[in-house]
């Protein structure tokens, strides 16, 4: 019955701080600036640093206090002295002072929350809501954890005056009265602040996992999330990574650090030892399998040469800790104490480095539009209309890309030619990589940033698009023969689509003019003039007679049976 009583609890504290973060919202949202594409990059770099604080000293936190809460209450069954100093040591360790608590633990996750609120403004997520109910239970579970550690030194100084009796029956009492409560409030808050702490930090990997799932944005809602295989995986990756490190922490503190403790005893320097080496082995073994399902599980648009140098950085890390891990168990030596820790550490600051860079890829559409808001904001001020100064992209394409890349031939970058056709009817896709490039191609260096305004971006990938697209008529239409679905699947979609505008307007909005008048568009089609002034001069198709019959009957149909099915 208590099991389940906790397990209720929990879930409604879960559900009330969901609520609460959401009337947070107004107030972060106040909070947020239209940001450049300059500050979105540093935002990036900032959150990396600030993880750089949080998650190692969350990690040791979690590990360090569940081995804590383990061993005393062995210690507590077993009589054993040495599980219950273990206990006393690793809390004392882990926790540092209550300074620590707030710098290392709650200042860097409201850090998060607030860069996160810049990067996701206006994103159709609820990354927010969980971050900001994350942020309160680990700062709940931080009090309550810190509280368990002084509950602890307060029980050695009534062990040290146990033997102390007053005459005063009524002191007596008294002293025993706080000896149990002291002893009541260390179990229930270390209990109750490692278990709402697992909970933060499992909403935390949640909520970081769906920043790097766009398409999951608004399909989850929170129980689905967190059950998710993609949060499972890296939740118990985590898990396993916080152990490793906080016995890698208990080698380097108790044997390395300043030449290591001096009052420790034989027996208990020895189950130092022993234990410390087998929970950092165990939990580190598991880091490749996890780290490498994880990596294989990001979206196609997440990943990037990057990303997999970093995570084979984390293992190669990874396995140079088990070498040290060996020598230690079969020479029975302390000399490499530092250097586990140390090498533990910085694989996993690799893997975060991975995942920023696998969220920042994942996140560059909206990067895009965030950028937009930005330059229109700025225009505002200026007093000027957005776009003001307009270049072709033609224009800016013999400026800025012509010294590095041909349409036909490999130069600097590859050939456009060999590139371009995976952005085909991905036109913003091709425009959030111009204004954030990455490297790509192992073969290639990385494509600096241009520099261009988002509008300058858009004009060069419609640019890029029709040029591409003219120098693939001839194959793609010999290829589609004379049927309308193949010619709009080869060579209309790369530029259309019925219900977004891309490098061409959204045929639902100019198909319904020729219903009924399907000869003006087969005309149109021999040679289309430019209508529209906000979008480029389409270029001719080089199409037959009755291809261009064909692609007209199709795209006058489906637009029909699409206006039919909306209707319905």
């Known amino acids: 019955m208590f099991l389940l009583y906790s397990l209720w609890f929990y879930y409604q504290l879960i559900n009330f701080l969901f609520e609460l973060s959401g009337r ?7 909070l947020v600036l239209p940001q450049s594409a300059e500050h979105i990059e540093l935002l990036h770099y900032m959150l990396m640093l600030v993880l750089f604080l949080f998650v ?44 620590m608590g707030i710098v290392l633990g709650i ?17 159709n997520t609820p990354t927010i809501y969980y971050l900001v109910a994350a942020f309160f239970l680990t700062s709940i579970s931080i009090i309550l954890i810190y509280t368990y550690k002084y509950s602890l030194s307060l029980k050695n100084i009534f062990d040290s005056i146990k033997d102390f009796h007053s005459y005063d029956p009524e002191l007596n009492e008294e002293l025993n009265k706080f000896k149990k409560g002291n002893q009541s409030l260390s179990f229930k808050s270390g209990r109750y602040g490692v278990i709402i702490l697992f909970i933060s930090t499992w909403i935390f990997t949640a909520a970081v996992t769906l920043v790097t799932y766009p398409n999951k944005w608004m399909d989850e809602g929170v129980m689905f999330l967190l059950f998710s295989w993609e949060v499972l995986s890296r939740y118990i990756h985590f898990i396993t990574a916080a152990f490793a490190l906080t016995g890698s922490a208990i080698l380097f503190a108790f044997f390395y650090w300043e030449g290591g403790k001096k009052n420790i005893t034989g027996d208990y320097k020895d189950f130092l030892r022993k234990t410390a080496i087998r929970i950092t082995l165990i939990a580190a073994l598991f880091q490749p399998l ?51 820790f140390y ?15 696998a969220m920042g890829n994942a996140t560059r559409e909206h990067s895009s539009v965030l950028i937009a808001e930005f330059e229109k904001y700025l225009a505002e001020l200026k007093g000027t ?44 896709q091709l425009v959030s990589f ?22 300058e971006a858009k004009a060069i990938a419609d640019y890029e698009m029709i040029e591409h697209m003219k120098h693939v008529f001839a194959q793609r239409s010999a290829e589609a023969g004379e049927n309308g679905e193949q010619i709009f699947k080869l060579i209309c979609s790369a530029c259309h689509s019925f219900e977004k505008n891309m490098v061409g307007p959204a045929f639902n909005t100019v198909v319904s003019k020729y219903i009924g ?5 087969v005309t149109f089609l021999s040679d289309p003039q430019k209508i529209n002034p906000e979008f480029p001069q389409m270029p001719n198709p080089q199409l037959s007679e009755n291809q261009r019959k064909a692609i007209s009957t199709y795209v006058i149909s489906e637009y029909q049976k699409r206006q039919g099915v909306a209707s319905k």
């Open 107 to 123: 200042i860097p996750l409201l850090i998060c929350v607030l860069v996160f609120a810049q990067l996701l403004h206006n994103a």
């Open 434 to 455: 111009i204004l954030n490039p990455g490297k790509v191609d192992p073969a290639y260096p990385p494509m600096p940033n241009p520099g261009l305004k988002p509008n």
């Open 290 to 340: 996890f780290l490498l399902i994880n990596l294989f599980a990001l979206p196609k648009e997440a990943l990037s040469a990057s990303v997999f140098g970093y995570s084979f950085i984390a293992i190669f890390l990874l396995f140079l800790a088990y070498n040290y891990l060996y020598a230690m168990l079969k020479e029975s030596t302390l000399k490499f104490s530092g250097h586990v």
């Open 385 to 428: 209309k957005e776009g003001q100064v307009k270049l072709s992209g033609q224009e800016i394409y013999e400026v800025r890309c012509a010294s590095c890349h041909r349409f036909d031939q490999k130069l600097v970058g590859p050939p456009y030619d060999s590139t371009l056709p995976k952005y085909e009817g991905k036109i913003d």
């Open 343 to 357: 090498v533990l550490l910085f694989a996993l600051l690799a893997l975060i480095v991975k995942d920023q860079l």
């Open 517 to 521: 008048n399907e000869g003006n568009l």
């Open 56 to 99: 190692p000293f969350i990690s040791v936190i979690l590990g360090g206090t569940s081995l804590s809460l383990y061993y005393r209450r062995k210690g507590f069954e077993s009589g054993n002295p040495v599980y219950l100093r273990f206990a006393k040591d690793v809390i004392d360790l882990v926790t540092i002072n209550k300074s």
């Open 24 to 30: 947070k919202m107004e107030f972060l949202d106040n």
